[in-house]
């Protein structure tokens, strides 16, 4: 092929380009002109001033997207309700929560197996002295209880009646301990044969090994039985009695076993009631006044004997059900006795206060005191945990009643348990020196 013929050919194909690039835009041009004049028409179609016969309907709209009208289940409405209260939810979580582990936790503490230490041998050498009136149904709980958990127990006796008492029990691991602290000569002699008994080996059976008994504790249960009765009343006798048992006592029996509890670096635990303590009532100022002086000596005591290592526990106690115990009925009867001496003048201006203060403390209507077994375990673990807590409050009431005696005004706690203002004008009316006459009647006729 010449140049001449090339040179045609190219100049042919760009004719053909721009033919179809013509073409191309005519046929746009025309399409776009159909489009307007069938958009003219449509509009036309839907004018207003047509008859309705005449108009070109709408197409339909489209059918919205298909939801489910029927009611969210109760799992969905709890998912959006998390979804929109996710700090509320995540607080709560957290309470119940914790609040379930704690209850876990008390719950398998309560049922956990609880037993003293022994020797290689298998023997008992586990020490603990119990400072309390034998005939209390708290000190031959704590007695049987702690026997029975594998220690021997030594109960602090004054005479031979509290002698029998202990031996009455007929439980080889629960052995008397004279102790008379009025005597200084005796109480020293009788703590000398008992660290004799410690330091010296002991054999379980005949050919068993030696071993060493250990003193782990001293557990002091003063009288939890208060005379209760307006100041006015009390004889001085009275509170020197109530002091000497329950402080001085207290004090002396603590004096006497300290040196050997410095020595084996025993634990000194000390039960005292908290209720009357707390709330500090009318007519509850024996047992305030002697409860405050334990507390205080306590505390005193706590950090001497901190300093040694030693640790010292006090147990503030609620209400417990001894079970058919009548030291309650006992107590009623002897303020009841106690009462008729009571001065006229004293009668009028505090009777019926002291009649309403009883019917509500002494009520049988009350409800049952938390079971022994709470106190059992908590002593336990007083007396081995490693760091135990220095103030225990165990029974019914022992928190609930310390929170009210500490920030609820005293009014209302008064009012709460039936106390009225008496004015004396009207304390000398005869109508109501009869009322309150009728009522201590009443009392001494089922004396």
């Known amino acids: 092929m010449t140049s001449d013929d090339k040179q045609f050919l190219d100049y042919l194909s760009y004719i053909s380009q721009d033919v179809r690039d013509f073409t191309s835009d005519v046929a746009d ?4 002109h159909f489009e307007f004049v069938a958009a003219s028409i449509r509009e036309s ?19 919205p997207a298909t939801r489910l009208l029927t009611p969210e289940g109760y799992l969905q409405q709890i998912q959006n309700w998390i979804s929109r209260n996710r700090a509320l939810t995540a607080a709560i979580i957290a309470f119940v929560g914790t609040g379930s582990l704690l209850i876990y936790r008390k719950r398998k503490g309560y049922y956990r197996k609880r037993r003293a230490r022994r020797a290689s041998n298998g023997a008992r050498r586990e020490v603990i002295v119990l400072a309390g009136a034998p005939s209390l149904p708290i000190t031959k709980s704590l007695a049987l209880d702690l026997e029975r958990r594998g220690f021997i127990v ?7 009646e509290e002698e029998q ?11 008397p301990l004279h102790l008379d602290i009025v005597d200084p000569l005796g109480t020293q002699q009788a703590i000398d044969r008992f660290n004799n008994l410690l330091l010296s ?10 071993h060493n008994l250990n003193f782990k504790g001293l557990i002091i249960v003063p009288d939890l039985i208060y005379p209760t009765g307006p100041v006015e009343t009390i004889s001085p006798e009275l509170w020197s009695d109530c002091l000497n048992a329950k402080v001085l006592g207290t004090i ?6 300290l040196p050997t509890i410095a020595e084996f670096k025993a634990r000194v635990l000390l039960l005292t009631p908290s209720i009357i303590a707390s709330l500090k009532p009318p007519f509850g100022s024996v047992e305030s006044t002697i409860v405050g002086a334990l507390d205080g000596f306590v505390a005193s005591l706590r950090g001497e004997l901190d300093t040694l290592g030693i640790k010292v526990v006090q147990f503030k106690l609620g209400t417990f059900d001894y079970g058919n115990s009548v030291g309650k009925h006992q107590l009623q009867s002897t ?27 002494n009520s049988n209507k009350q409800p049952k005191g938390s079971h022994m077994r709470e106190l059992h375990n908590a002593v336990f673990d007083a ?14 009431g022992s928190v609930a009643y310390d929170i009210v005696g500490n920030w609820v005004p005293k009014g209302i706690v008064g009012w709460m348990m039936g106390i009225q203002s008496v004015s004396t004008e009207d304390a000398t009316e005869p109508r109501l020196e009869d009322s309150v006459q009728s009522s201590w009647e009443k009392i001494e006729r089922t004396v």
Do not use: M
């Not at 030594?154 to 031979?160: D, L, Q």
């Not at 008729?340 to 019926?352: C, I, K, T």
């Open 165 to 175: 008492t202990v031996q009455g029990e007929s439980r080889v691991d629960i052995r």
């Open 154 to 160: 030594y109960v602090v006796v004054n005479t031979a």
């Open 29 to 32: 041009a025309t399409d776009r």
């Open 383 to 396: 007396l081995t945990q490693k760091y135990p807590k220095s103030v225990w409050r165990v029974g019914r």
């Open 201 to 210: 080996p002991q054999q379980a059976f005949a050919g068993a090994s030696p």
């Open 252 to 257: 002396a029996t603590s004096q006497a076993f």
């Open 335 to 361: 303020d009841r006795a106690r009462v008729l001496e009571w001065s006229s003048s004293a009668r009028r201006l505090y009777g019926g206060n002291y009649l309403a203060h009883n019917r509500l403390t």
């Open 45 to 63: 179609c839907l004018a207003e001033w047509l008859p309705e016969s005449f108009r070109r309907r709408p197409p339909p709209p489209s059918p």
